[in-house]
């Protein structure tokens, strides 16, 4: 990318009704793709360590991907800090959160999930490919319900960058670069960085 590219505004969550209702459409489709085994755990990414623009880094513990070719992707990155986790409670937590697949998997427009692990401020990350910017603004609008929950106030927050594949940004961060001047909201905790 050579021009200046500019990320979906980052808006608030959905009123809970409006979430709560996508998040139970959600789990019904998991339940149909599950029976047609349409989820996938590769290990590729499994281990990987992904250093962002804000000097943490997050390492892969999860990838979740579904049989999908986006027609319009986009990256989106998530980020919460869990309220009342500290020490040995993460690894419990990365065990866990397995159960929490039925929550976004079957979202319209879902692709692919690398699940990061806390980083040096106990943020974790997710980093989606969905097929749709204004799907995933949606996904990660009626999340926001579900992470506040378990969530610090304040800690939540996402990126959606459309037109952007998974793989080609993490083959080559840079792809980023240009969104970086652009966001309204400023912070580098989203941005992948080269190692």
């Given at each position: 990318?050579?021009?200046s590219?500019?990320p979906?505004?980052?808006?608030?969550?959905?009123?809970?009704?409006?979430?709560?209702r996508a998040?139970a459409?959600?789990v019904?489709t998991?339940?149909?793709?599950?029976r047609?085994?349409?989820i996938?755990?590769?290990?590729?990414n499994?281990g990987?360590?992904l250093p962002?623009?804000?000097?943490?880094?997050g390492r892969?513990?999860?990838?979740t991907?579904v049989?999908?070719d986006?027609a319009?992707?986009?990256?989106?990155?998530?980020?919460?800090?869990l309220?009342?986790?500290r020490?040995?409670?993460?690894?419990?937590?990365?065990i866990e959160?397995?159960?929490?697949?039925?929550?976004?998997?079957g979202?319209?427009?879902?692709v692919?999930?690398?699940?990061?692990?806390?980083?040096e401020?106990?943020l974790?990350?997710g980093?989606?490919e969905w097929d749709g910017?204004?799907?995933?603004?949606?996904?990660?609008?009626?999340l926001?319900?579900?992470?506040?929950?378990?969530?610090?106030?304040?800690?939540?927050?996402y990126?959606?960058?459309?037109?952007l594949?998974?793989d080609a940004?993490?083959?080559?961060?840079?792809?980023l670069d240009?969104?970086?001047?652009?966001?309204?909201?400023?912070?580098?905790?989203?941005?992948?960085?080269?190692?």
């Open positions: 990318m050579t021009t590219a500019q979906l505004p980052t808006l608030p969550p959905l009123p809970r009704p409006v979430a709560w998040v459409r959600c019904l998991t339940v149909g793709m599950l047609r085994r349409e996938h755990q590769p290990e590729d499994v990987r360590v962002f623009a804000d000097g943490t880094t892969v513990y999860r990838e991907v049989d999908a986006p319009d992707p986009c990256l989106l990155v998530v980020s919460f800090r309220r009342l986790v020490g040995r409670a993460h690894p419990v937590f990365r959160s397995l159960l929490n697949t039925p929550l976004f998997v979202f319209p427009g879902f692919s999930k690398l699940w990061l692990a806390h980083d401020h106990d974790y990350r980093v989606y910017a204004s799907l995933a603004q949606s996904y990660a609008r009626s926001w319900r579900v992470l506040e929950l378990v969530s610090q106030p304040g800690s939540i927050d990126r959606v960058l459309p037109g594949r998974r940004v993490l083959a080559e961060p840079g792809l240009t969104y970086a001047p652009t966001d309204p909201a400023g912070g580098s905790w989203w941005r992948l960085v080269a190692a």
